[in-house]
């Protein structure tokens, strides 16, 4: 049956056209489907806003829809979908790739060049542009994503935010008919994810591009979309229409399924005139009750080849103190915090933890001593089973709290306890590695971009844990573009600008001061 909304077939001629007829998917590693009963239409130039709850199949659809899957993943697949009229199933890739553009959830699994500007140009290279034409492309395409005038500069020094960029640019380089973008903001600052998306408006009107967005930040989203498919749980659609039919039709049901919708944020938080959110009501245990934990002084970095990230930083942790560190695409957030924790060792200064240097400290020590969240939950995976790996490493005693710990954030073990960490969706990875450092109790907890790719069950269940673990004490440290997480969880804002220290104060200080978060990049 055809889902909700479903207007007549598009012009199978136009590159830009997507047809989807009672779409199923299960991946062979999995009992329950990704996809199913999944039937929509997107007329070329429209954008395609796409939602649901983590798990629920979003980038499963946006790997369909260039081939990838069932290409790359086996597994049972019937229904068609059509793009520009190809059938992904029976067209060859390089086909598919030359009308689709697709940007993954991990930035870094698409970077492959040493330089920004050779990042660029190769997309265009194997798809047989002429050289005069993708010297002049590349730059363009590197100032539509935000990297204006950096070319020259080596894709291993960019911050995580920054990858996401030079991942964007490569994908609009060659102005595909359609454009798969699965979470590109996740990365992203907030004055730069404002920009990206007003820079994906100018696209959809000025090219008739047609545009699959698969997009938690929905508050600068929903303005964008034609057409909007919410997807529940288990991979079947809860509505598809126009984005006011879809939210004055189906709200309650999507809220339930804890998706997030536009002009909301967390639990709490309202919004300040600047668009971010204003500080919680419910702030819980206040910081400052325990002893210094952390205490950096003269910090400075530079990686091999770049120019210094962070320079002359010092700062001090208290135990049980929550703490946000914000700050644009660049500014060493995620270098400070691998200081922190001794993943790198400082060029100048020095860091202790708890009076010992990290970066020293034998690693069943230092894991007890502290718990590191990466901005790509996969780099720490270390296993085939995500019950194996929420049981890495533990005693007896840890081990008996795990299961119901990982319950707690919505991951069920007896869906996906045998499934691979790899196979999850980027939400559920995230809970997973949180999970993993939030089993040990470290006294200091340091979450690098803790809510990416979580719907709204799970940044409340994120929520709920992290303030009871606070509440015994551990010391949390929180690296983050969300300043909706700012509000809920910290109530101290460090802000990172060019590598140096550029702001620390109250968290409700900060998010009330709109002209300071458009100066420090934190708000457009």
Known sequence: ?????????????????????????????????????????????????????????KSTLALALTGLVPGDHPGEWRGSLDVGGLDTLATPRPLLAARVGLVFQEPASQVVMEWLDDEVAFGLENRGW????????????????????LGRRRCRTLSGGQQQRLVLAGVLAPRPGILVLDEPTSNLDPAGATAFLDRLGRVVRERRTTVVLIEHRVDAAWPLADLVLALDASGRPIAFGTPARVLADHRDTMGAAGIWLPREGGRGVARTTSGVPAPSLDRGPQAGRGHPLVAATGLGFAYPGGPPVLEDLGLEIIAGERVAVLGANGSGKTTLAKLLVGLLRPAHGEVRLDGARPDRLPARELARHAGYVFQDPELQFLTDRVRDEIAVGLTPEERAGAEAL??????????????????????????????????????????????????????????????ERVEAGTALVAVTHDLRFAADMTDRAIVLASGRLAHDGATNDLLGDTPSLRRLELAA
């Open 1 to 57: 049956m055809d889902a909700p909304g479903l207007a007549g077939a598009p012009d199978r001629s136009e590159p830009g056209a997507i047809r989807a007829r009672d779409l199923f998917f299960r991946y062979a590693s999995r009992a329950e489907a990704a996809l199913q009963d999944l039937s929509f239409d997107v007329d070329p130039g429209q954008c395609l806003l796409v939602v649901g709850p983590s798990g629920s199949g």
């Open 406 to 467: 990982i319950e707690s954030l919505g991951l069920s073990l007896a869906r996906l306890g045998n499934a691979s960490p790899y196979s999850l969706s980027g939400g559920e990875k995230r809970r997973l590695s949180v999970a993993c450092c939030l089993v040990r109790r470290p006294d200091l907890l340091i979450l690098d971009e803790p809510t990416f790719g979580l719907d709204r069950r799970g940044y409340d269940g994120l929520i709920d844990l992290l303030r």
């Open 130 to 149: 002429r050289r005069d034409a993708m010297l002049q492309r590349a730059p363009e395409a590197l100032g539509e994503a935000g990297l204006a005038g």
